[in-house]
């Protein structure tokens, strides 16, 4: 079982940053792989970042290239999305997920409750 938590949403200007944190407690972070979705009201979950097991292996959805980083610290448990640039249609309810194996079509094992980002015009 793992808990994951998220943090760093907020209201932000466009083309503004923010610095998204998923903290995760329980089973031992560094077997899982771990993503970021994100949900816009009456819009289905979607994949933004991904990050395997290692740290270099990373995989952005096409909207987020360039401009959001995904990255993880095994020894603190906790994984980062960096978003620079922001838009307003980056506004939506981020999840951070852990899966067994990754799944970037968004079947992972366990999901944090969200934290919400706005991107005002």
């Known amino acids: 079982q793992v808990q994951l938590v998220e943090s760093g949403g907020g209201l932000v200007q466009a083309g503004g940053s923010l610095r998204l944190s998923c903290a995760a407690s329980?089973?031992?972070?560094?077997?899982?792989?771990m993503g970021w979705f994100r949900q816009a009201p009456g819009k289905e979950r979607e994949f933004v970042a991904g990050?395997?097991?290692?740290?270099?292996?990373?995989y952005y959805a096409d909207s987020a290239k360039g401009r959001f980083t995904i990255s993880r610290d095994n020894a603190k448990n906790t994984v980062y999305l960096q978003m620079n640039s922001l838009k307003p249609e980056d506004t939506a309810l981020y999840y951070c997920?852990?899966?067994?194996?990754?799944?970037?079509?968004?079947?992972?094992?366990?999901w944090g409750k969200g934290t919400l980002v706005t991107v005002s015009s």
């Open positions: 997920a852990a899966g067994r194996v990754p799944n970037w079509g968004g079947t992972m094992d366990y």
């Open positions: 329980g089973r031992t972070f560094s077997v899982y792989v």
């Open positions: 990050v395997r097991w290692s740290p270099a292996n990373t």
